[in-house]
Each structure stands twice: as structure tokens, then as C-alpha cells.
């Protein structure tokens, strides 16, 4: 049978390059940097990226997800590496189906 629209999905290869692709990640490192160049507490830096990336808040479950990846991903970096959480924490919503598709 047919359908009227077509099912919103995607194939490994997609979340694959954004994974790895090197203009993803330098996209990332932009917005990374971009968003170290302000003295903006990590709350109002999460709630930025959500309203640029989605054109809304993050609800408080995201907000406290996001504050558990980043130290997570702090941890994993080293704490003098703030430029690369913030990095892998935008290359994160890149990945987002939100991000990814429009509604």
C-alpha cells in the first residue's frame, strides 16, 4: 500500500558522517569557540545552543542531561579542555534527531 508521507528515518551512513565527518566536527569547533568567547555560565550556554540549534529551550530533563554529558565529557577530556567538550557537546546536537529533521 501506499503512504502520503514518507517516514522520517535515516541510514548508519548519516549518523556516521556526522559523527566523523571533518566539516561536522570543524562546524562543531566554531560554535565551540564561539561560545567560549563570552563569560556565560554553562546553564545559559545549554539553554543558547538549544534556543540556536532548535529554536526553543531545553525542557529540565534535557537541561540536566546535557549537565551530566558535559561532565561526563569533561571527565573524559580533562578539565583544561573545555574547548573540546563544548565541541563534542554541539557535535551532540548535531546528531539529534530534532536537529536533523524538520517538523
Do not use: C
Request: glycine letters at 4%.
Amino acid at each position: 500500500s501506499t503512504l502520503g508521507r514518507r517516514d522520517a528515518t535515516n541510514v548508519p551512513g548519516q549518523s556516521l558522517a556526522l559523527l566523523n565527518d571533518p566539516f561536522v566536527i570543524e562546524q562543531a569547533e566554531r560554535w565551540a569557540d564561539d561560545l567560549l568567547k563570552t563569560d556565560e555560565p554553562a546553564d545559559a550556554r545549554v539553554r543558547r545552543m538549544f534556543e540556536q540549534a532548535f529554536g526553543r529551550p531545553p525542557s529540565e530533563q534535557e537541561t540536566a542531561a546535557s549537565h551530566a554529558y558535559l561532565a561526563d565529557i569533561a571527565r573524559e577530556h580533562g578539565r583544561d579542555q573545555e574547548p573540546l567538550v563544548w565541541r563534542d557537546f554541539a557535535q551532540s546536537l548535531f546528531n539529534l534527531k530534532e536537529f536533523i529533521y524538520v517538523r
